[in-house]
T-cell receptor, first 107, second 115 residues
Framework: DAKTTQPTSMDCAEGRAANLPCNHSTISGNEYVYWYRQIHSQGPQYIIHGLKNNETNEMASLIITEDRKSSTLILPHATLRDTAVYYCIVQGGKLIFGQGTELSVKP | KAGVTQTPRYLIKTRGQQVTLSCSPISGHRSVSWYQQTPGQGLQFLFEYFSETQRNKGNFPGRFSGRQFSNSRSEMNVSTLELGDSALYLC??????????????FGPGTRLTVL
């Protein structure tokens, strides 16, 4: 079973920040939080990962709470091309995917 | 660097046949993992190969098998195909570090349809 819980779907207006939450209350001390996204019928695309510090790259920012039980992926200026299913995964060797969050970016 | 490539991209087979799918990892990556994605079950882990050895295995029947070659390329085979094997089969490669910081990069997938 997936070790994460995410909302099933979210909407975001184009140009606004998209904040996608994830709960991972059973995360172990050495497990990383990974985010991937999948645009319809394509292979999942790696976005970002982190252990306990906040991380930022050219695609997104990852905010991890101090107790590491939850995290938020932030897409700072969402575009229509960011419409996808976003998966939050606690990495423990093999990737165990949950159902993810279906993000719809609307004009 | 070239990404993960998978061949063929699309495949149609009939029940009872067998199929072989191929995956070429990113240069320098030694681990290859396979996943099955269906509308009903979502993305499920099949197995992982590292240095030509199966290192991890998901909960799939023995009809699903794989192998890895010395150049890290990998193949997976499904024998005696069933209708329920229709799915998107995804391959992901990584450096293969033990432990949890080992980023996997996915290929575009092979869409298998079983008639």
């Amino acid at each position: 079973d997936a070790k994460t819980t995410q909302p099933t779907s979210m909407d975001c207006a184009e140009g606004r920040a998209a904040n996608l939450p994830c709960n991972h209350s059973t995360i172990s001390g050495n497990e990383y939080v990974y985010w991937y996204r999948q645009i319809h019928s394509q292979g999942p695309q790696y976005i970002i990962h982190g252990l306990k510090n906040n991380e930022t790259n050219e695609m997104a920012s990852l905010i991890i709470t101090e107790d590491r039980k939850s995290s938020t992926l932030i897409l700072p200026h969402a575009t229509l091309r960011d419409t996808a299913v976003y998966y939050c995964i606690v990495q423990g060797g093999k990737l165990i995917f949950g159902q993810g969050t279906e993000l719809s970016v609307k004009p | 660097k070239a990404g993960v490539t998978q061949t063929p991209r699309y495949l149609i087979k009939t029940r009872g046949q067998q199929v072989t799918l191929s995956c070429s990892p990113i240069s320098g990556h030694r681990s290859v993992s396979w996943y099955q994605q269906t509308p009903g079950q979502g993305l499920q882990f099949l197995f992982e190969y590292f240095s030509e050895t199966q290192r991890n295995k998901g909960n799939f029947p023995g009809r699903f098998s794989g192998r890895q070659f010395s150049n890290s390329r990998s193949e997976m085979n499904v024998s005696t195909l069933e209708l329920g094997d229709s799915a998107l089969y995804l391959c992901a490669s990584s450096l293969g570090y033990r432990g949890s910081e080992d980023t996997q990069y996915f290929g575009p997938g092979t869409r298998l349809t079983v008639l």
